[in-house]
């Protein structure tokens, strides 16, 4: 059984650019949901994608979006690129989701690393 | 609004010392609480998920208690080691999303 990869490891961008960053979701898994991590603090809820459509959005803007694909990876972006951009993205992978609005343990990858300057 | 709040920010023991991690909620409808363990630059390793129905869990050295009521867990670490060096995390679910205090980070040292 393979975990939760992601990709790239490491990113470095300039303001006004736009990325995209990859979750490859633990077997068995049809949820995802995406976390950033600011520098000294804890993971906040981008949004969560359900058998290819979203299932909820944390408070972040429009030009943060995703995207779920039929073997129930995900894609990340962000437009626009600001400064404050500049975290640690998170995947995180479950089983459930919105038939059930609560999801077993949520498995975290290891993570990308977005410089914005 | 649903807050999670962690206490100490950082805490400092030596080997061998038993210790205790705070975390406060402050919506107590919550599906469970975990605590994770984050070693520098990262993911996120589960250690242990407490179900809202339960009071507590334990593995290993480590226990960890809810108290639904008041909105409060406990992570309990006995006999620390320099290898449980790390910043550790609680996080409570809320519907489909986790919610995170900013982390505890721990040293113990040698």
């Known amino acids: 059984e393979t975990g939760v990869t992601q990709s790239p490891t490491h990113l470095i961008k300039t303001r006004g650019q736009q990325v995209t960053l990859r979750c490859s979701s633990q077997s068995g898994h049809n949820t995802v949901s995406w976390y950033q991590q600011a520098l000294g603090q804890g993971p906040q809820f981008i949004f969560q994608y359900y058998r290819e459509e979203e299932n909820g959005r944390g408070n972040f803007p429009p030009r943060f979006s995703g995207l779920q694909f039929p073997n129930y990876s995900s894609e990340l972006n962000v437009n626009a690129l600001e400064l404050d951009d500049s975290a640690l993205y998170l995947c995180?992978?479950?089983?459930?989701?919105?038939?059930?609005?609560?999801?077993?343990?949520?498995?975290f990858g290891p993570g990308t690393r977005l410089t914005v300057l | 609004k649903q807050e999670v709040t962690q206490i100490p920010a950082a805490l400092s023991v030596p080997e061998g010392e038993n210790l205790v991690l705070n975390c406060s909620f402050t919506d107590s409808a919550i599906y469970n609480l975990q605590w994770f363990r984050q070693d520098p630059g990262k993911g996120l390793t589960s250690l242990l998920l407490i179900q809202s129905s339960q009071r507590e869990q334990t593995s290993g050295r480590l226990n960890a208690s809810l108290d639904k009521s008041s909105g409060r867990s406990t992570l309990y670490i006995a006999a620390s080691q320099p290898g449980d060096s790390a910043t550790y995390l609680c996080a409570v679910e809320y519907g489909n999303k986790l919610v995170f205090g900013a982390g505890t980070i721990l040293r113990v040292k040698s």
């Open positions: 995180a992978s479950s089983s459930g989701g919105y038939s059930s609005r609560h999801t077993d343990t949520q498995y």
